[in-house]
């Protein structure tokens, strides 16, 4: 997800709008095309190398967040005024803005050149922003953002990346969505796979894997694990810090299409490391048959509901 601060508007009530309560709570996750039809709870990473493309994406976003009554913000680098012509491409987009249920926001007035961003900082921004949002009769928070500039440098990646899992597992439960994009043409594909494998959804499929999260104390897994992405899901891994509950790490893997050994032993590794039993729920029936092969005493293999 994004990072920065920004302009905050004046609370505007809004009126006649879907109540919370009765919003979708079901997480959207997979490779997508567009960024149309997503929820008020959805995090997608969208790589792009024509910045036409981000801005297009963008107004997507934003205006299926405003059809949700969610108040849409937009922040890239640059100047308000030119971010706000990005906007206006869309005349629902551009009434938006006049009434405050959409704003615009520079992250070079936020974060200077090589900030590394603090990541429980920032959720704990979000999470206010998105309180003020629910005070003012929105019935949430979305944001588009241009996340380039925040992942440049390898101490930004791995603040960032920490931030991308901890805000999904926030907006898991909360009515917050967000479109993180990143710009092909400054970042090489390894560097924007270290964050697509922490979103639930993306266009880019560099990374073969998601890891993400399901609720307040559940994580999916989906895609494959194998020896190509060996490296980076035990940095993904690293970053999400997944932590166990009540003695159980448990991964919802209904989508998870091929797991290696190594990565199995990985996870077993990281529950073990926490003392915890790992529970991995999935419709793929290698899993029991590896687990079995592997005999690792604190791996448990459930079928998907």
Known sequence: MIAGGGARLAPRRRKGLLL?????RMRKSGVVADARGLGVHDHVCWQYDDPADFRLRAREF???GLALGQRSVY????EVPALVEDLHGSPDLARALDD?????ASLDAVHPHGAVVDPAAQVRHYAQATGE??????????????????VLTDDQLDAFARYEHLIDRYMATRPFSALCAYDSGRLDGRRIAHLACLHPNTNA??????LHASG???????????ALTDELFTSAL????????EGRLVLDADELTFLDHNGLLRLAEHADDRDATLVLRTSWPGVARLAGALDLPNVHVERAA
């Open 133 to 150: 949002a629910l005070a003012a009769g929105f019935t949430g928070l979305r944001v588009a953002a241009d996340c380039t500039s925040l």
């Open 20 to 24: 919370v309560g009765k919003l979708p």
């Open 75 to 78: 922040l890239a680098s640059g």
């Open 100 to 104: 405050g249920s959409a704003e615009v």
């Open 62 to 64: 934003l205006l299926d």
């Open 238 to 245: 690293v970053h999400a810090d997944l932590r166990p509950h």
């Open 205 to 210: 499929e560099l990374a073969g894997f998601r």
């Open 216 to 226: 307040p104390e559940g994580t999916a897994l989906g895609g494959e694990v194998d």
